[in-house]
């Protein structure tokens, strides 16, 4: 599911590792929003199948810019 993630509740749960595609890695939350994290911004980082979603906040943040309040 892709659009606005609610930043409160995706930091304090588990975010899992969904697929690899177009260079990027793309997670979801626990409540099924996706996301991508590029490939160029990976470099010298551990990206493992599950992180807390407090560690991956700074792509979150930049996937959420796209969306207009409202």
């Not at 509740?9 to 588990?14: F, H, L, S, T």
Request: proline share 3%.
């Amino acid at each position: 599911m892709y659009g606005k993630i609610n930043l409160k509740e995706a930091v304090k749960n588990i975010v899992k590792f969904s697929y690899c595609m177009d260079g990027n890695l793309w997670y979801i939350t626990h409540d099924g929003y996706e996301f991508p994290i590029p490939f160029e911004e990976t470099k010298g980082g551990i990206f493992k199948s599950e992180h807390k979603g407090i560690h991956l906040m700074r792509w979150i943040r930049k996937w959420n810019k796209q969306f207009k309040k409202g």
